[in-house]
T-cell receptor
Framework: GQQVMQIPQYQHVQEGEDFTTYCNSS?????IQWYKQRPGGHPVFLIQ?????EVKKQKRLTFQFGEAKKNSSLHITATQTTDVGTYFC???????????FGTGTRLKVLA | DAGVIQSPRHEVTEMGQEVTLRCKPI?????LFWYRQTMMRGLELLIY????????DSGMPEDRFSAKMPNASFSTLKIQPSEPRDSAVYFC??????????????FGEGSWLTVV
């Protein structure tokens, strides 16, 4: 079945450093979403990407959808302690309602 | 605007007991999902309802798990009998009709289940 993998599984960075997580799907996606889950919290929607090669920015966060629509990345510039949490991608394939969540990348920011 | 409401927030139960988790989706949303989250297996989709009808229950682990959605504003996930390996955070989530709000999935705060 469809699988969505994320790397790295964990990342510790010093505050101010950049951070990137990568999401790879075994199948071509119609769109991809990104979610953030704070420790002890629930996943919260960040953004959706639909078009091949699409790039979207939210302040210090940059999201990219690959040309082949099988991979995506989230880049955070100059991390802050408020960025701590687990970042999930969730991919949807054409003709289905289902979003398959990636394995997640847990980010820890050291002050 | 109230989000997805789940109860109980925390439950500790003994092996063999029945557990019922409850969910009230966001008003106007017609899709409801139950997810389970563990360290080992991540975030797994258990079952999906659309317009109160179960569409896909392929993620339900075994017959001990059952889910119902008797109306648009209420759903339950039942585990009977519960086992220690069922210990996890169970999230209920809802999303609006297709085409509105980009298919965003809104998660509840979760029910933290511990089976001892």
């Amino acid at each position: 079945g469809q699988q969505v993998m994320q790397i790295p599984q964990y990342q510790h960075v010093q505050e101010g450093e950049d951070f990137t997580t990568y999401c790879n799907s075994s199948t071509t996606l119609s769109n991809i979403q990104w979610y953030k889950q704070r420790p002890g919290g629930h996943p919260v929607f960040l953004i959706q990407l639909v078009k091949s090669g699409e790039v979207k920015k939210q302040k210090r966060l940059t999201f990219q959808f690959g040309e082949a629509k099988k991979n995506s990345s989230l880049h955070i510039t100059a991390t802050q302690t408020t960025d701590v949490g687990t970042y999930f991608c969730a991919g949807q394939t054409s003709g289905t309602y289902k979003y398959i969540f990636g394995t997640g990348t847990r980010l820890k920011v050291l002050a | 605007d109230a989000g997805v409401i789940q109860s109980p927030r925390h439950e500790v139960t003994e092996m063999g007991q029945e557990v019922t988790l409850r969910c009230k989706p966001i008003s106007g949303h017609n899709s409801l999902f139950w997810y389970r989250q563990t360290m080992m297996r991540g975030l797994e989709l258990l079952i999906y309802f659309n317009n109160n009808v179960p569409i896909d229950d392929s993620g339900m682990p075994e017959d001990r798990f059952s889910a119902k959605m008797p109306n648009a504003s209420f759903s339950t996930l039942k585990i009977q009998p519960s086992e220690p390996r069922d210990s996890a955070v169970y999230f209920c989530a809802s999303s609006p009709p297709f085409g509105k709000s980009r298919n965003t999935i809104y998660f509840g705060e979760g029910s933290w289940l511990t089976v001892v």
